[in-house]
Every structure is written in C-alpha cells, then in structure tokens.
C-alpha cells in the first residue's frame, strides 16, 4: 500500500535502439536523452530529481533512469505531465525494450 509519506522511487532501463548502436551514435544519444530529462526536474511538481546514464552493471539494458517522486500521487501526475509526454515522444527513436519498477522509500 502506498504511503503518504513515502518519497517513491521510479526507476527504468532501456535499450538503445539498433539504428543508434549501428550508427555508434551511443554517445550522442545519451547527451540529448541527459537533455531532455532536465527539462523535467524543476519543472514537474512532486519530481524531486530525475537523471538518466549509462547502466554500468552491465547486462542487456544499456541505460538507467532515475528519479524521485514525492508521493503516489506525484508518480500520477508526472506520467501525465506535457513535459514528461514530450520527453517521451523524443525519445521513441533512440530506446526500446523498457522495463520499469516503482518502490516505495522512507
């Protein structure tokens, strides 16, 4: 059950697309991806903090995004928000293969 006072914790892994890995555009993809998240922090109420890099840990996911949202509610709202719609509409051509996981934190 969510908590009111619980910050919530959203976190994602991404791949990049194949046209970015075959265009060895990696590099360039994250510098904008790194853009376009901090046209959302400050901006979106209840966003505490939002950042994306590159997954060292390995594996199969190449990216990590991670932010802090103030309650469930704030989770609500961000998926909705215009700037977080946008972000994600400028993002469709460079990752796929999302997973997600949301977790309560005190």
């Excluded at 990590?64 to 719609?85: C, G, K, M, T, W």
Aim: hydrophobic share 40%.
């Amino acid at each position: 059950m969510w908590s009111e006072i619980a910050i919530i914790r959203h976190i994602l892994f991404w791949k990049y697309t194949d046209t970015v890995k075959a265009e060895h555009k990696e590099a360039e993809a994250l510098a904008f991806l790194q853009k376009s998240v901090a046209t959302m922090v400050g901006h979106i109420d209840g966003l505490r903090c939002a950042e994306i890099n590159t997954n060292t840990a390995g594996g199969e996911y190449d990216l990590v995004f991670y932010s802090e949202l103030r309650d469930a509610d704030a989770l609500q709202a961000f998926q909705n928000h215009p700037l977080h719609i946008a972000h994600r509409e400028r993002c469709k051509a460079l990752v796929t293969d999302r997973l997600c996981g949301d977790m309560e934190a005190d």
